[in-house]
């Protein structure tokens, strides 16, 4: 398995509209396992396949403490969606910044897994919040967007001048401080 880099906003890749999976195969188990495992080291609790700039419509997510509930879906599609809830998000391709989004507390979810089986399945809490942000970013959409274009401008602004600064003397990713509390997603 590799680590895979993560694209960062404002990067314009991150705006690309991902094409369904369409073969199941050796390649695509060893996206997976690579998705995997940059999303545990970044670390994270979901990963699109955009955020890696693989244009296709897959999603790992694991939100159990333990680290231990690796989910795939591959193709999601939301049949159903109920209630409201805020949660407050944050994103790898938007590092350091945490804001409340809005988003259906539960849905009906259909997906395929990596065997291209297919199944529905009605999730809630944080991993309903976390398959609609990752769903977002296959239609090239981020967290952001739901922000104020003020707000938006401010963020990009920042990491801007990060990435410029980072470009200059490289750092490594790893030990950045993370929120305590925060889920990065
Ligand atoms: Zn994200």
């Known amino acids: 398995m590799a680590r895979l880099a993560i694209l960062e906003f404002p990067d314009p ?5 991902a094409a369904p999976v369409a073969a199941f195969d050796a390649a695509l188990e060893r996206l997976i396992g690579d998705m995997f495992e940059t999303m545990y080291e970044a670390p994270g609790i979901g990963l699109a396949a955009t955020q890696v700039n693989v244009h296709q419509r897959l999603i790992v997510i694991d939100t159990s403490e333990l680290k231990n509930d690796p989910q795939v879906f591959i193709n999601p599609q939301i049949l159903a969606r109920d209630g ?3 949660t407050e998000e944050g994103c790898l391709s938007v590092p350091q910044v945490f804001e409340e989004v809005e988003r259906a507390a539960r849905v009906r979810a259909r997906a395929q897994d990596r065997h291209g089986v297919v199944s529905e399945r009605e999730l809630d809490g944080l991993l309903a919040v976390c398959l609609q942000h990752e769903m977002d970013h296959l239609e090239g959409k ?44």
């Open 84 to 86: 409201l809830e805020v």
């Open 13 to 17: 890749r991150l705006r690309t509209r």
């Open 142 to 185: 981020l967290f952001v967007d739901y922000l104020s274009s003020l707000k938006r401008d401010r963020i990009r602004r920042r990491l801007e001048k990060e990435q410029r600064e980072r470009d200059g003397a490289p750092r490594p990713r790893s030990g950045v401080p993370l929120r305590v509390g925060a889920k990065v997603i």
